[in-house]
């Protein structure tokens, strides 16, 4: 997974839509693209965990772990983090302004790029018209992502036996179907003029799993992506400019990337109260 790979350093990093608890996960390839990547800032803009797959079935193997022990060693170091819940996540939604092991929780924030340029980052969910009033609906929608993204896994295998590249059939999917399309326009158009009311130059969001950076109206609007398809993260240079790394590509590059089968189990505090005498939590 090239380990030695060079490192490269940014001012911030963007990434949202991990999804650790579910299979479909690449965390094998954010821990490579976290090893090459560092920054001063890193914001998490929502469903890091997939609390709704984890209540339907316990699934979290070691690379879940890793991922997190990754991001708090990095908090340790000195980069700081701000984690955004998204839907998927929004239990932590009720610790605003608290911090976990170095890592700071905010329901969104409005961030100040080298250049000066503002931008507006939240995680997007709450614009999404089925989540927010037919939840039901929102489940069965999730429930048939998991079966294009199990679709995904077995094409994806039989794609490497062959020697060919990475191609992931969710995404190719999503985008032949007209009211998808539609869909993420209209989301699109929508974050633009909430990031217009907040009088500030561009947007930062995740949600739709539809990595783009695009100017709407004035509007500099930017997705962060997935690691679930697409595997992509927003970079932000020293000088303010904004990079969209795709690092879909290792997918297809590796011949037999290692699975840990082996299920850990995490016990999840009853309380706030219960994390801060394990954690040490301390309130912002």
């Given at each position: 997974?090239?380990e030695?790979s060079e490192?490269?350093?940014?001012?911030?990093?963007?990434?949202?839509?991990?999804?650790?608890?579910?299979?479909?996960?690449?965390?094998?390839?954010?821990l490579?693209f976290l090893?090459?990547?560092e920054?001063?800032?890193?914001?998490l803009?929502?469903?890091?965990?997939?609390?709704w797959?984890?209540k339907r079935s316990?699934?979290?193997?070691?690379?879940?772990?890793?991922?997190?022990?990754k991001?708090?060693?990095?908090?340790?170091k000195g980069?700081?983090i701000?984690?955004?819940?998204?839907?998927?996540?929004?239990?932590?939604?009720?610790?605003?302004?608290?911090?976990f092991g170095?890592i700071?929780?905010?329901?969104?924030?409005?961030?100040?790029?080298a250049?000066g340029?503002?931008y507006l980052?939240?995680?997007?969910?709450e614009?999404d018209?089925?989540?927010r009033?037919?939840r039901?609906?929102?489940y069965?929608?999730?429930?048939?992502?998991?079966?294009?993204?199990?679709?995904?896994?077995?094409?994806?295998a039989?794609?490497?036996?062959?020697?060919?590249?990475?191609?992931?059939?969710?995404?190719?999917?999503?985008l032949?179907?007209?009211h998808?399309?539609?869909?993420?326009?209209?989301?699109?158009?929508?974050?633009?003029?909430?990031?217009?009311r907040?009088?500030?130059d561009?947007?930062?969001?995740?949600?739709?799993?539809?990595?783009v950076m695009?100017?709407?109206?004035?509007?500099h609007?930017?997705?962060?992506?997935?690691?679930?398809e697409?595997c992509?993260?927003?970079?932000?240079?020293?000088?303010?400019?904004?990079?969209?790394?795709?690092?879909?590509?290792k997918?297809g590059a590796?011949?037999?990337?290692?699975?840990?089968?082996?299920?850990?189990?995490?016990?999840?505090?009853?309380s706030?109260a219960?994390?801060?005498?394990?954690?040490?939590?301390?309130?912002?």
């Amino acid at each position: 997974m090239e380990e030695a790979s060079e490192t490269r350093h940014f001012r911030t990093l963007f990434i949202s839509d991990v999804h650790l608890g579910s299979k479909a996960a690449k965390t094998d390839f954010l821990l490579d693209f976290l090893r090459t990547h560092e920054a001063d800032t890193i914001i998490l803009v929502g469903d890091i965990v997939d609390g709704w797959r984890l209540k339907r079935s316990w699934y979290w193997p070691q690379p879940c772990n890793d991922v997190v022990q990754k991001l708090l060693r990095k908090a340790r170091k000195g980069t700081r983090i701000v984690y955004i819940p998204g839907n998927h996540d929004e239990f932590m939604r009720e610790f605003p302004g608290v911090h976990f092991g170095g890592i700071e929780v905010a329901e969104r924030m409005v961030y100040e790029m080298a250049d000066g340029k503002k931008y507006l980052v939240l995680h997007g969910d709450e614009f999404d018209v089925v989540v927010r009033n037919a939840r039901l609906l929102a489940y069965l929608g999730d429930w048939a992502y998991d079966t294009a993204i199990a679709i995904n896994v077995v094409l994806a295998a039989v794609r490497r036996r062959l020697g060919m590249p990475y191609w992931s059939f969710s995404a190719w999917a999503k985008l032949q179907v007209k009211h998808a399309v539609n869909f993420i326009g209209e989301f699109q158009r929508v974050v633009a003029d909430e990031a217009r009311r907040a009088e500030v130059d561009g947007v930062i969001c995740g949600h739709i799993h539809h990595a783009v950076m695009e100017d709407i109206d004035g509007i500099h609007y930017v997705n962060t992506g997935d690691w679930v398809e697409s595997c992509t993260a927003i970079a932000e240079h020293s000088d303010g400019r904004l990079e969209l790394i795709s690092w879909g590509h290792k997918v297809g590059a590796l011949s037999s990337p290692k699975r840990a089968t082996r299920l850990v189990p995490v016990y999840l505090p009853s309380s706030v109260a219960d994390v801060a005498k394990e954690d040490g939590v301390r309130a912002a």
